[in-house]
């Protein structure tokens, strides 16, 4: 049975964050990811785990205006910090997420809220990307089912409104 | 017979179909129409949709596997006492628990019984000995590492050709004791006399090639969640068979009535068949179903993203051919041997399509299954793999060793069982088809598209000014998504509203399928598309195919088809008959003195057909719910409009309906192949690096009927790309002196990126040759599944050179070319 002097004892830290426009205090492990922290911790479950790795984008968030994939980054660093996840973009109606549902971005559907997180960002910087731009910007996100030739057609549909 | 009889007997007419569809819609509004908004669409990119891995449940425990770090060990002892006394730990599951049976059933396509909590096991990876259920994935994951395992490890083999030679390690004595190749593994498929075939032939071609291990990566990895509501469970499952896993459920711990079990299946992070055909899959719920009754919490089990690449397609293998040809290009003879590794599921040969596509006389192929110390291998985008690899490369070869175009030994090769396209075109026309030729539809359309005339060349005579050579590559086969299955779908009309709700249980696989049953019951029933919703998540006790048996449309379409044209009977009789019925009296029909057959629905609105003046719309015809009895009340409810009399409100009859179909298809041998499709690719190939790069394909699918456009071609697009990953950079890798797994990652494991392909072309035939309702034919497994092998025919235009092996990594592409 747990025996209670045994217990590790772990740094825990009350970290701010700023995600999409709302104040969250919270108490994080030192070796949290972000995408832990938003997923489990504040129920946006939106931002994706797939590889884990840094390898695929599907946990993608703009952090301080530039997309990170939240996997690879430690809650405990972004403390103070923005960030917008696939939430606040959805409650902002931006014109990407009616360009996904029009040309049928998705298939499962479990890698797309970090397209749209990537090229979101991408329009951020730059709202008249070219298609060369636009791959080049969703190049590190994977999607198994394949839709990759409609998220160009999406995001330039977007750029234009 | 009334016409809700002579409907029926024109359903169950079309049960396991044989022929063309008798009794297509005369007219088509959102079938086949472009710009459909898809059901899911705005919930997954906003992040909404829910997929099992995003269940939280108060009180959840996370649960994960101890897994076996050899490839072959027996678990001696193992001492988990200092991971159950890690604080956050509430419960370890060990194999020698008393309160697990020996074996369980846990699913796969049927039920099939197999231990637990293995105590022995045959891969590396494998999932052995013990869970262990935390209050975080993290403490349970600690905790795995603090259990200590003494292991007797056993010799290994992890080639398929090593394990069949005498004295080879035995991969699983527990399961196979007299050796690595068994029964149940050997299949031959044949047809003619391959030795009279040989002896035809002007040309004898004999080669030889590898497919390495590839799998489905699904983004969510495998999970589920249980939880104990009192007595009964609820269960979400990341499963493509929901009505497999609930049968399965029940078939636990002395048997759970069906009606006490509630299953979830909530959106999946793709499986592509893989996982849920496992006969183990179900496994994680029986350990998580056992901890929950015993700490009184919900589990979550889990594997970690590795533990997801331990399954594999069943085409990992090393196949024989020899070819007789004349030298027009006729084939007189096609001999094969296949070895394959580790296949699982019944053994589905690798020249079926020779023999059902062709005019080929004379085809013998020999399978044999081995076991290897690898993962299971299962159908994945599908078992149909061997075959296409198979036809690839066969009508390939020849067209080279006769220097021959591969798109006219195609054309003089269609056909069937052994006889040329007349014959498979009068069959056609037997069965009530429009006799078309698919394959020169296919064909045409794709040429032009790709500038085959233009570009097509001798094999390693085009370099271009980067370079690079250029190559071009062709295959075909037929469709083949309409086989064994039953389904059972059903509508009901919302009050209120009037709105149509479709209800089945299945799981979403992100093909768009939910949108296409909506286009069809709107269709029929006459309704607006917008007016028809469907969520399958729903454990609703309809068990709808959910591509499994490959198949979805051809017999869902028909259910749902069959759903709506009996509610549509039915609408029409009760706005023709008196309504509201009680002691008080009654309401008179909504069309007095009108016969159904003289109404009918259009843009959701009912009307007489003689005077379309005279109309209703459904939402007023169904009525209000609850309190909207036949009586008004003079408070609180809508009372009677002026000038009405009597009931004012009068009260229909619930508006539902169900329908079903079952069909043996094409797994019994039933139906001949009518619909082909044509894929075309041109590669750029360094011959200092060996790097391959697609620059285009060209896919055409005669799917018989399109539903969905944006649905097909979001099949034409992801098969180009699963199938250029497959055949260029997909491969799991083994070290072979430990047998351990050195690529179970998105880093080492190259999944195609959106630059993996310069440009696909997508493009869709319609002959209406397919056996599902309208002469539809499904499309998802095909792209993916033939695509593969043809980065080999494409690489040889270019180099000159045949690469032996798949994927066609570039050290493959430059021993061919003698670099290595």
Partial sequence: MAQLDKKVPISEEEISLVVNGDLYEVRVQPNWTLQYVLHNELGLTGTKEFCNDGACGACAVILEERAVLSCMTLAIECDGKTIETIEGIARANHPLIEAYVKHSCMQCGYCTPGFVVTAKALLDRNPKPTEEEVQEALVGNLCRCGTYPQHIKAVLEAASK | ?820
């Fill in chain 2, 1 to 820: 017979m009334n016409m809700a009889n002579d409907e029926m007997s024109k359903i169950q007419e079309l049960f396991d179909n044989l022929r063309a569809d008798k009794y297509p819609l005369k007219k088509y509004q959102s079938i086949g129409k472009r710009g459909v908004r898809r059901l899911d669409g705005y919930e997954k990119a906003t992040g909404a949709a829910k997929y099992t891995m995003d269940v939280q449940l108060p009180g959840m425990l996370y649960a994960r596997f101890l897994t076996s770090p050899y490839p072959h060990a027996e678990i001696k002892s193992m001492d988990t006492s200092r991971a159950e006394a890690l604080p956050g730990v509430r419960a370890v599951l060990r194999y020698d628990d008393p309160e697990l049976p020996p074996t369980a059933d846990l699913g796969a396509h049927e039920l099939s019984a197999v231990p637990v909590l293995p105590k022995v096991a045959h891969f590396q990876g494998q999932e052995v000995g013990a869970i262990v259920a935390a209050d975080s994935e993290e403490i349970a994951e600690q905790a795995l590492k603090l259990i200590e395992v003494e292991w007797e490890e056993r010799p290994f083999v992890l080639d398929m050709e090593e394990a069949l030679e005498p004295g080879a390690p035995l991969a699983d004595p527990e399961s196979y004791p007299d050796g690595n190749v068994y029964n149940q593994g050997i299949d031959v498929e044949e047809h003619g006399d391959v030795e009279k075939g040989f002896a035809e032939a002007d040309k004898i071609i004999e080669f030889k090639f590898r497919q390495g291990l590839n799998t489905w990566v699904g983004p969510e990895r495998p999970c589920g969640v249980f939880r104990w509501n009192g007595e009964y469970p609820e269960v979400w499952v990341k499963q493509q068979h929901p009505h497999i896993c609930k049968r399965v459920i029940a078939s636990w711990f002395g048997g759970i009535p069906m009606n006490k079990i509630q299953i979830h299946c909530l959106y999946q992070g793709a499986s592509f068949g893989g996982w849920s055909q496992m006969p183990w899959n179900m496994g994680g719920h029986y350990c998580a179903a056992v901890i929950a009754k015993r700490t009184g919490r919900p589990v979550k089990w889990m594997f970690n993203r590795r533990e997801d690449f331990y399954g594999g397609e069943m085409d990992e293998g090393v196949y024989y051919f020899k070819v007789g040809a004349k030298l027009d290009g006729t084939i007189t003879a096609v001999k094969g041997r296949a070895v394959f590794a580790n296949q699982t599921m019944p053994v589905f040969g690798f020249v079926r399509h020779l023999i059902d596509n062709t005019r080929i006389p004379n085809v013998y192929g020999k399978t044999e299954a081995v076991k290897v110390n690898k993962g299971p291998t299962v159908p994945v985008r599908c078992e149909q793999n061997p075959n296409c690899h198979s036809l690839t490369l066969v009508f390939n070869h020849v067209a080279d060793a006769l220097g021959l175009d591969p798109i006219e030994v195609a054309l003089k090769n269609d056909g069937a069982h052994g006889h040329d396209i007349a014959w498979l075109n009068s069959r056609k026309a037997e069965m009530g088809f429009q006799v078309r030729d698919s394959l020169k539809e296919c064909i045409e359309k794709g040429r032009a598209a790709i500038g085959w005339d233009e570009k097509w060349h001798a094999p390693g005579t085009k370099k271009l000014p980067n370079g690079k050579m250029h190559g071009l590559g062709f295959t075909w086969t037929h469709e083949w998504d309409d086989s064994a299955g039953s389904s059972e779908m059903a509508i009901r009309i919302e009050r209120n509203d009037g709105t149509a709700t479709i209800l089945g249980c299945r799981s979403d696989v992100g093909v768009n399928a939910e949108t296409a049953y909506c286009q069809v019951a709107a269709d029929e029933l006459g309704m607006r598309i917008e007016d028809v919703h469907y969520r399958p998540q729903i454990d609703a006790g309809f068990f709808t195919m959910t591509p499994d048996s490959s198949t979805n449309m051809s017999v869902n379409g028909f259910a749902i088809r069959n759903a709506a044209r009996l509610l549509k009977r039915k609408i029409l009789e009760a706005a023709t008959s008196p309504r509201g019925v009680t002691q008080r009296g009654s309401a008179p029909p909504a069309f007095p003195g009108k016969k159904p057959e003289e109404l009918d629905i259009k843009d959701s609105v009912i009307y007489e057909k003689a005077n379309p003046s005279n109309r209703r719309t459904l939402a007023k015809f169904v009525g209000y719910s609850g309190a909207m009895g036949p009586i008004s009340s003079p408070r609180g409810e809508p009372l009677p409009s002026p000038g009405e009399k009597g009931v004012s409100y009068p009260f229909t009859a619930p508006l539902f309906e169900y329908g079903w179909q079952v069909q043996l298809g094409a797994y019994a041998g039933a139906r001949l192949r009518l619909c082909r499709q044509a894929h075309f690719m041109e590669v750029e190939v360094d011959t200092e690096t060996g790097e391959v790069d697609v620059a285009r394909v060209v896919t055409v699918n005669d799917v018989g009927r399109v539903i969905n456009w944006e649905g097909c071609e979001g099949q034409q697009y992801g098969g180009a790309y699963m199938g250029v990953g497959r055949g260029r950079s997909e491969e799991v890798v083994h070290d072979p002196m430990t047998g351990v797994m050195l690529n179970g990652n998105l880093l080492n494991y190259k999944v195609p990126t959106m630059l993996d392909i310069g440009r696909i072309d997508t493009i869709l035939v319609e002959t209406g040759m397919g056996y599902g309702p309208y002469g539809v034919v499904g499309i998802a497994e095909d792209v993916a599944t033939v695509i593969p092998a043809l980065i080999s025919p494409a690489i040889h235009n270019a180099i000159g050179k045949w690469v032996d092996g798949f994927p066609a990594t570039p050290d493959k592409v430059l021993k061919a070319l003698g670099k290595t």
